[in-house]
T-cell receptor
Framework: DQQVKQNSPSLSVQEGRISILNCDYT??????FLWYKKYPAEGPTFLIS?????DKNEDGRFTVFLNKSAKHLSLHIVPSQPGDSAVYFC?????????????FGKGTHLIIQP | DGGITQSPKYLFRKEGQNVTLSCEQN?????MYWYRQDPGQGLRLIYY???????QKGDIAEGYSVSREKKESFPLTVTSAQKNPTAFYLC??????????????FGEGSRLTVL
């Protein structure tokens, strides 16, 4: 049973436009959500996070929105740049639960076209 | 600089052989993790450890073994019992297991190919 779902395996966006990556979750116990960015043959790097008590968190070109009632979050990248081409993983954390770290989605491959 | 070092970056193994992947961190993190990445499968948890001399199975522990004799080190052995070992393996650590924002810091990964 997938607790974190990223239903779009890939997404193509024109340079300069907005990229919107979506993520759905089923575990109501998640109280933090994180986004990671991954280039081929490298480890993922942390991008941005949001607490479940907030509905928005912004860091430069990156904004994450959380809709708890819909169990849905999204990552917005504005404007999209060529270096943003990567795989993006959404992850949820139940900080009061088991100590097994984050639960990841399967990732979305973002392709920024010139 | 602080970080997580995985070695080797690329490794080839013949069927039936065990192989050990190294993971060392100098971030003074208590918790360490091993994930496996396959195309279209995301990151799947193999084993994790919250403290020295203690570790727990993740979602796909069969065919793998770990040890945590030192805080800085968390090696993963891929045994011959692992049916499909060819994958990209990622080691990670965090400040506190199960608490805080849960941010994981990842190593660069090790690509294992079974010939």
């Amino acid at each position: 049973d997938q607790q974190v779902k990223q239903n779009s395996p890939s997404l193509s966006v024109q340079e300069g436009r907005i990229s919107i990556l979506n993520c759905d979750y089923t575990n109501s116990m998640f109280d933090y959500f994180l986004w990671y960015k991954k280039y081929p043959a490298e480890g993922p790097t942390f991008l941005i996070s949001i607490s479940s008590i907030k509905d928005k968190n912004e860091d430069g070109r990156f904004t994450v929105f959380l809709n708890k009632s819909a169990k849905h979050l999204s990552l917005h990248i504005v404007p999209s740049q060529p270096g943003d081409s990567a795989v993006y993983f959404c992850a949820g954390l139940n900080s009061g639960g088991g100590a097994d770290g984050l639960t990841f989605g399967k990732g979305t491959h973002l392709i920024i076209q010139p | 600089d602080g970080g997580i070092t995985q070695s080797p970056k690329y490794l080839f193994r013949k069927e039936g052989q065990n192989v050990t992947l190294s993971c060392e961190q100098n971030l003074n993190h208590d918790a360490m993790y091993w994930y496996r990445q396959d195309p279209g499968q995301g990151l799947r948890l193999i084993y994790y450890s919250q403290i020295v001399n203690d570790f727990q199975k993740g979602d796909i522990a069969e065919g793998y073994s770990v040890s945590r004799e030192k805080k800085e080190s968390f090696p993963l052995t891929v045994t011959s019992a692992q049916k499909n070992p060819t994958a990209f393996y990622l080691c990670a650590s965090s400040r506190r297991g199960g608490g805080g924002t849960g941010e994981l810091f990842f190593g660069e990964g090790s690509r294992l190919t079974v010939l």
